[in-house]
């Protein structure tokens, strides 16, 4: 792939942009002519083609899980029995270790009421007297994430939840940390639109350090994840709800 002439001399202007409809044309043309030498943003490469599991770690159990149809990678809800050991999330072959990383995604799910946790404003969850959990009903159509450095502790959540799509790992989050650092993990916003249609994540991390645009607002800033490893792959997450990736490209940053 080439890269074009789209500049952005920072983060921001670059979320800005791609919000826009410059280079919101660019990626609909890329998307209808997956297989051409389309232009992408400058700096950052394709990692799904549209067509292929070039650059994803699609092994034979994952056959029948996800799929690709129409030009987005899709999680069948109907997958075949499980083998014991076997991990059927998805990852890219190559792992990374800075980055900036544009994704589409949507939940397909029929909406539904089901119980949820109820969270906390830093994402711990409410307990009642007893150290129960509280649980509350919630309108939801499915479940996912993607995974940074191919670790859970780094999930960036897609989800139903009051507090929004962009949560940084929610069970993994560290109790001996400071309340204000708990609550960056938080989104600062629920920018997630309805049922079945297509959001936009923009996530950077460096270091430990995570930023999340979503839908062209930040909901995540300077957000700490513990113990994270230097690199490691993109995941998207099997939590068997319906849902569909597409238009994912990725800029490595320099250390």
């Given at each position: 792939?080439n890269?074009q002439?789209?500049?952005?001399?920072t983060?921001?202007k670059?979320?800005?942009?791609a919000?826009s409809?410059?280079?919101?044309?660019?990626?609909?043309c890329?998307?209808s002519?997956?297989?051409?030498?389309?232009p992408v943003p400058e700096?950052?490469?394709?990692l799904?083609?549209?067509?292929?599991w070039?650059?994803?770690?699609h092994?034979p159990?994952?056959d029948g899980?996800w799929?690709?149809?129409n030009?987005?990678?899709?999680l069948?809800?109907?997958?075949?029995?499980?083998?014991a050991?076997?991990?059927?999330?998805l990852?890219?072959?190559?792992?990374?270790?800075?980055?900036?990383l544009?994704?589409?995604?949507?939940?397909?799910?029929?909406?539904?009421?089901?119980p949820?946790?109820?969270?906390?404003?830093d994402?711990?969850?409410?307990?009642?007297?007893?150290?129960?959990v509280i649980?509350?009903?919630?309108?939801?159509?499915?479940?996912s994430?993607?995974?940074?450095?191919?670790?859970?502790a780094?999930?960036?959540?897609?989800?139903?939840?009051?507090?929004?799509?962009g949560e940084?790992?929610?069970k993994?989050?560290?109790t001996q940390a400071?309340?204000e650092?708990?609550?960056?993990?938080?989104?600062?916003?629920?920018?997630d639109?309805?049922?079945?249609?297509w959001?936009?994540?923009?996530?950077?991390?460096?270091?430990?350090?995570?930023?999340?645009?979503?839908n062209d607002?930040?909901?995540?800033?300077?957000?700490?994840v513990?113990?994270?490893?230097?690199e490691?792959?993109?995941t998207l997450?099997?939590?068997?709800?319906?849902?569909?990736?597409?238009?994912?490209?990725?800029?490595?940053?320099?250390h």
């Amino acid at each position: 792939m080439n890269p074009q002439i789209y500049s952005q001399t920072t983060r921001r202007k670059f979320i800005k942009t791609a919000a826009s409809g410059s280079l919101g044309s660019v990626i609909q043309c890329f998307s209808s002519h997956a297989a051409q030498d389309e232009p992408v943003p400058e700096g950052f490469t394709v990692l799904f083609d549209g067509q292929t599991w070039a650059n994803w770690q699609h092994d034979p159990h994952l056959d029948g899980v996800w799929e690709i149809a129409n030009g987005v990678i899709r999680l069948r809800t109907d997958e075949p029995p499980r083998v014991a050991g076997k991990d059927y999330n998805l990852s890219t072959t190559r792992k990374f270790k800075d980055f900036t990383l544009m994704i589409d995604w949507r939940l397909t799910g029929k909406p539904h009421v089901k119980p949820h946790q109820w969270l906390t404003d830093d994402g711990q969850f409410h307990t009642d007297a007893a150290g129960k959990v509280i649980m509350k009903d919630n309108l939801t159509w499915g479940d996912s994430g993607v995974y940074l450095r191919g670790v859970r502790a780094a999930q960036i959540n897609i989800w139903c939840q009051p507090c929004g799509s962009g949560e940084v790992g929610t069970k993994f989050k560290d109790t001996q940390a400071s309340h204000e650092e708990r609550i960056k993990t938080m989104p600062s916003v629920r920018a997630d639109k309805g049922p079945g249609e297509w959001n936009r994540f923009i996530i950077t991390l460096r270091g430990n350090r995570v930023d999340v645009s979503l839908n062209d607002k930040e909901v995540i800033q300077g957000a700490w994840v513990k113990d994270l490893p230097a690199e490691g792959p993109i995941t998207l997450q099997n939590h068997k709800d319906a849902v569909e990736f597409r238009l994912i490209f990725i800029k490595e940053l320099d250390h």
